[in-house]
């Protein structure tokens, strides 16, 4: 098949959908698929898979910010990219955001009738979906050129059924466990010293609930002083007010890594025992949570929805009261203190973790893909006539 893969986000802006795109291109081209990229970005792409549609700009989503376009001459761009790739299926990734997105479900039926368009739902708000609510008409008209919806999670699908009614069908973020697994990685040296290491990853955004976690630990480092907080986050003007704020105080036991690369990020979890992930909401799937599973660590979380999907209390980790500091700090604390129970719970969260490897995840998908194709009337390649006779 011939596979264009969507995301109206910033390309050259790290992120879990831009990191959902990427992983399953190269698992569709490692079938032998034919796969184009298909997003924004802030300068040139060095990278032969992706055609750059727009300058992105950052707006607030979620709690979040977003970098994506609303360039005028993106209509233009998207019908020649559509109808110079004639694609098989055409896959979108948060498939009503603005504007890229919607340029493509516009143009990609009336470039070829037999396309499939599929898309991909990521997102999850407690709060709700100001734009949803206020463009729920007008969206509605590019919800049904939809062939196919994918929700990562439950708590996804759920989402934005009440917004837009329908069959979701429910197929996971996929992890690159060995990334995280590999016995090759080498624990940092300078975290080998001893010490109970208690492992944040993730941006320093207020739903990140890093604040909270800050506060537990100086309970959990003063009844237990031989432990190290690392907190693995991206620069930004929050992350330096939380650094300024703990070199101030004069605080023991906290260790900043700034823009650490996804190369160098297991090294991270390999040097640590616990791991924790204290966001306030707004989370549908998970990601740092299942990384961490892949990598054999325990898990201390908020219950909130997304990560409740991936985990269970007392089985891969212990999940918390959201914005609950004191249990948050008791349920470090109990790991921390309990060797016997990390070593199951990390045990327990492995194999979890391999329910989501990417070679399971991109079979479900392509699964998919063929049973649209199929109801659309389109006839199969000869790869996929392979496959199902094989």
Not at 300 to 311: L, Q
Request: glycine share 8%.
């Amino acid at each position: 098949m011939k596979v264009a893969l969507v995301s109206p986000y910033d390309w050259l802006t790290p992120g879990g959908v831009n990191q959902h795109v990427d992983q399953l291109a190269k698992q569709l081209v490692m079938r032998g698929h034919e796969v184009r990229i298909l997003a924004p970005a802030t300068g040139p792409v060095d990278d032969p898979r992706v055609t750059v549609a727009g300058t992105p700009v950052p707006v607030p989503a979620s709690g979040s910010r977003a970098r994506i376009t609303f360039d005028p001459r993106l209509g233009r761009l998207v019908r020649r990219f559509l109808e110079a790739e004639q694609f098989d299926v055409v896959h979108l990734h948060e498939p009503l955001m603005p504007t890229l997105p919607l340029q493509v479900l516009r143009h990609s039926r009336a470039v070829n009738p037999d396309v499939v368009n599929v898309g991909t739902f990521h997102a999850h708000s407690a709060g709700g979906n100001r734009m949803y609510s206020y463009w729920r008409i007008v969206l509605k008209r590019w919800f049904r050129e939809l062939d196919g919806k994918i929700a990562v999670s439950p708590p996804a699908a759920e989402y934005h059924h009440r917004y837009y009614p329908g069959y979701y069908n429910v197929i996971p973020n996929g992890i690159d466990v060995e990334h995280f697994a590999s016995r090759d990685i080498e624990p940092l040296p300078e975290l080998e010293d001893g010490s109970v290491n208690i492992l944040y990853v993730g941006r320093a955004e207020k739903r990140k609930g890093l604040p909270y976690l800050l506060r537990a630990f100086g309970t959990v480092n003063a009844r237990n002083p031989n432990t190290r907080l690392i907190i693995v986050s991206r620069d930004s003007r929050r992350l330096r007010r939380y650094r300024d704020s703990i070199e101030r105080q004069g605080r023991r036991g906290i260790v900043f890594a700034d823009d650490v690369s996804n190369a160098d990020l297991p090294r991270y979890h390999r040097s640590s025992q616990v791991f924790c992930s204290p966001a306030t909401g707004n989370e549908s799937f998970g990601y740092v949570v299942v990384e961490a599973m892949a990598a054999g660590l325990p898990v201390v979380a908020s219950n909130i929805e997304g990560y409740a999907y991936v985990m269970t209390h007392g089985v891969e980790g212990l999940l918390v009261p959201p914005e609950d500091t004191f249990a948050l700090a008791d349920a470090l604390t109990a790991l921390v203190r309990d060797h016997d129970a990390r070593a199951a719970m990390g045990a327990a969260g492995y194999k979890r973790a391999n329910e989501f490897s990417w070679p399971r995840v991109t079979q479900q998908v392509l699964s998919y893909y063929e049973r649209l194709r199929y109801a659309r009337g389109a006839t199969p390649r000869a790869d996929e006539r392979a496959r199902w006779h094989a």
